[in-house]
T-cell receptor
Framework: KQEVTQIPAALSVPEGENLVLNCSFTDSAIYNLQWFRQDPGKGLTSLLLIQSSQREQTSGRLNASLDKSSGRSTLYIAASQPGDSATYLCAFRGGYNKLIFGAGTRLAVHP | NAGVMQNPRHLVRRRGQEARLRCSPMKGHSHVYWYRQLPEEGLKFMVYLQKENIIDESGMPKERFSAEFPKEGPSILRIQQVVRGDSAAYFC???????????????FGEGSRLTVL
C-alpha cells in the first residue's frame, strides 16, 4: 500500500526565509509526483509536476526535486512571502492511475 | 478555457436526504477523478471515470455512493441517505483525453462542500 508522508506538518516562519518542505513515499514504482497548494476553503492549485524521468522542476521561486531511489521529494520555496501562506500537498502517482496525497504541510509566513 | 467546474459549491442536507454533486471537466479532458477531503484530513481517492465507464472505484464506499460520467453532460457523484460522516469537501479533477492517464497532470476544481445536519 502506497503511503505518502509530509514533514513538517506545520511551519511558521518570518518573511524572507528560504524553506524546504519534505515528502516521502513508500512505493518506488513512481510515474510522477505533483505538488499542490491549497488555500483555506479553496481548491487545489497545481504548482509543479515531476515525471519519473526527471529530477527537478522549477517555477519562479519554487523548485521541486525528486529522488526515486530514496523515495523523497522536496519543495524549495525561496524568499518566502506572506502570500505563500497555505497548505502544500504532495501527491504520488504510482502503479495506479490515481494520485495518493500526503496530509500536507501548513505554512504560515508572517511579515 | 474554463477550469474544472464543480457545483454546487456548498450543499446542506439533512440526514437521509440525497446529495448530487456535479463536475464539468476542462474542455478536451475525458478523464475525471473524484476525491474526498474530510475535516483536518488529506484528500482520499474515490473513483476514476472516463466517458461512460468507471475505471477504478476502489475508493468508493460500498453503499450509498455512486458516480457516473455520461456521454453528454457533467460527471455526477451521488450520495444517497446521507449521514453526518459524509460531511466533507468533494473535489473533482480532470486530465486530458490524449494524455497517458498514468502521467498526465491533474487539474482540480474548487470543490463542493457538503454539510449534513
Amino acid at each position: 500500500k502506497q503511503e505518502v508522508t509530509q514533514i513538517p506538518a506545520a511551519l511558521s516562519v518570518p518573511e524572507g526565509e528560504n524553506l524546504v518542505l519534505n515528502c516521502s513515499f513508500t512505493d518506488s514504482a513512481i510515474y510522477n509526483l505533483q505538488w499542490f497548494r491549497q488555500d483555506p476553503g479553496k481548491g487545489l492549485t497545481s504548482l509543479l509536476l515531476i515525471q519519473s524521468s526527471q529530477r527537478e522542476q522549477t517555477s519562479g521561486r519554487l523548485n521541486a526535486s525528486l529522488d526515486k531511489s530514496s523515495g523523497r521529494s522536496t519543495l524549495y520555496i525561496a524568499a518566502s512571502q506572506p502570500g505563500d501562506s497555505a497548505t502544500y500537498l504532495c501527491a504520488f502517482r504510482g502503479g495506479y492511475n490515481k494520485l495518493i496525497f500526503g496530509a500536507g504541510t501548513r505554512l504560515a509566513v508572517h511579515p | 478555457n474554463a477550469g474544472v467546474m464543480q457545483n454546487p459549491r456548498h450543499l446542506v442536507r439533512r440526514r437521509g436526504q440525497e446529495a448530487r454533486l456535479r463536475c464539468s471537466p476542462m474542455k478536451g479532458h475525458s478523464h475525471v477523478y473524484w476525491y474526498r477531503q474530510l475535516p483536518e484530513e488529506g484528500l482520499k481517492f474515490m473513483v476514476y471515470l472516463q466517458k461512460e465507464n468507471i475505471i477504478d472505484e476502489s475508493g468508493m464506499p460500498k453503499e450509498r455512493f455512486s458516480a457516473e460520467f455520461p456521454k453528454e453532460g457533467p460527471s455526477i457523484l451521488r450520495i444517497q441517505q446521507v449521514v453526518r460522516g459524509d460531511s466533507a469537501a468533494y473535489f473533482c479533477a480532470s486530465s486530458p483525453r490524449d494524455e497517458d492517464p498514468y502521467t498526465g497532470e491533474l487539474f482540480f476544481g474548487e470543490g463542493s462542500r457538503l454539510t449534513v445536519l
